[in-house]
Antibody, heavy 123, light 106 residues
């Protein structure tokens, strides 16, 4: 059974940093591209970032480019999102999701999602 | 950026009804469109990809159609479990989602 379990969310002040983790199990992690998607309260989902199955290629939405860094550790079957220079508008539930395919770059459907972790940016 | 616009924002229907949700893209996305169902407090669930391909395990009462800039999701014979919010997603150029359509009980 495919499982994705996010952690690392919390309350942070504007300008602060957080690192989210997503532990994956139940599938060959290295064979799939992975994404982070966020959803602000009452809004539709927003794709944030993706990383290829090999980890060699990363992709970012304009809204987070230069502030967020996606990475993966194949030995731990874990996906990460390092978030720096956080803004109030980054407040959302952050989901990790599996891309429907290995050769994706933020341009695939997402067939499995975690339960999400809440990030609140507020002073 | 490709903008996705869904209509209606809210749809009131009864169990057993046939309902259709529309999604329009700001430019042609061929068939690179997916549909998701989301229930309160849960993550979105993939229903359909490539405009009309049913994801594994999704009931056949769900169907998708369209290409280019206009797409639709149809639920034939609404079940109690189907009352939820539905989102479309384009994945021709990165990804972007619609604002959602809430299907509520009439």
């Amino acid at each position: 059974e495919v499982q994705l379990l996010e952690s690392g969310g919390g309350l942070v002040q504007p300008g602060g940093s957080l690192r989210l983790s997503c532990a994956a199990s139940g599938f060959r992690f290295s064979s799939y591209a992975m994404s982070w998607v966020r959803q602000a309260p009452g809004k539709g989902p927003e794709w944030v970032s993706a990383v290829s199955g090999s980890g060699g290629a990363t992709y970012y939405a304009d809204s987070v480019e230069g502030r967020f860094t996606i990475s993966r550790d194949e030995s731990k079957n874990t996906l990460y999102l390092q978030m720096n220079s956080l803004r109030v508008e980054d407040t959302a539930i952050y989901y990790c999701a599996r891309d429907l395919g290995g050769s994706c770059g933020g341009d695939c459907p997402l067939d499995y999602w975690g339960q999400g972790t809440l990030v609140t940016v507020s002073s | 950026d490709i903008q996705m616009t869904q209509s209606p924002s809210t749809l009131s229907a009864s169990a057993g009804n046939r309902v259709t949700i529309t999604c329009r893209a700001s430019q042609s996305i061929s068939s690179w469109l997916a549909w998701y169902q989301q229930k309160p407090g849960k993550a979105p669930k993939l229903l359909i990809y490539k405009a009309s391909s049913l994801n594994t395990g999704v009931p056949s009462r769900f169907s998708g159609s369209g290409s280019g800039t206009e797409f639709s999701l149809t639920i034939s014979g609404l079940q109690p479990d189907d009352f939820a919010t539905y989102y479309c997603q384009q994945y021709k150029t990165y990804s972007s989602f619609g604002q959602g359509t809430k299907v509520e009980i009439k």
